[in-house]
């Protein structure tokens, strides 16, 4: 799936509002998009690079980070349908199997918003 950078950029915005210096979550979440080190190392491993947590303080790398977890994760053969922008967000705000958690409906909300605005 394509994703659209203005979409991305749409959840930039909700996670860190463009600090690309932004730590959350006591540590755990870096960068522009938030990301855990399990998510860096996920799509470190499916991208075949050599990316570490840190990497995501750097914009362009979680941008990279970003579209290799969501073309490992979510693709028609792992949700079993065309993946929806809906599953991208969900799946980046609850892992694997986000676009399936309660918890993340609020996030893709959020999400929305921001990108029904500059569509």
Same mark, same amino acid.
């Given at each position: 799936?394509?994703?659209?950078?203005?979409?991305?950029? =749409?959840?930039?915005?909700?996670?860190?509002?463009?600090?690309?210096?932004?730590?959350?979550?006591?540590?755990?979440?870096?960068?522009?998009?938030?990301?855990?080190?399990?998510?860096?190392?996920?799509?470190?491993?499916?991208?075949?690079?050599?990316?570490?947590?840190?990497?995501?303080?750097?914009?362009?790398?979680?941008?990279?980070?970003?579209?290799?977890?969501?073309?490992?994760? =979510?693709?028609?053969?792992?949700?079993?349908?065309?993946?929806?922008?809906?599953?991208?967000?969900?799946?980046?705000?609850?892992?694997?199997?986000?676009?399936?958690?309660?918890?993340?409906?609020?996030?893709?909300?959020?999400?929305?918003?921001?990108?029904?605005?500059?569509?």
């Amino acid at each position: 799936m394509t994703i659209p950078i203005e979409f991305i950029m =749409c959840i930039v915005l909700v996670e860190s509002a463009f600090n690309p210096s932004a730590i959350g979550d006591g540590g755990k979440a870096l960068g522009i998009l938030q990301m855990h080190k399990e998510y860096v190392e996920d799509a470190a491993e499916h991208a075949g690079e050599d990316w570490t947590h840190s990497d995501a303080l750097i914009a362009e790398k979680a941008v990279k980070i970003f579209r290799a977890y969501m073309d490992r994760y =979510c693709t028609k053969k792992e949700l079993g349908r065309k993946p929806t922008l809906q599953d991208v967000a969900r799946i980046h705000n609850g892992g694997p199997n986000g676009y399936k958690k309660e918890s993340t409906k609020m996030y893709w909300h959020l999400v929305k918003i921001r990108y029904d605005k500059v569509k």
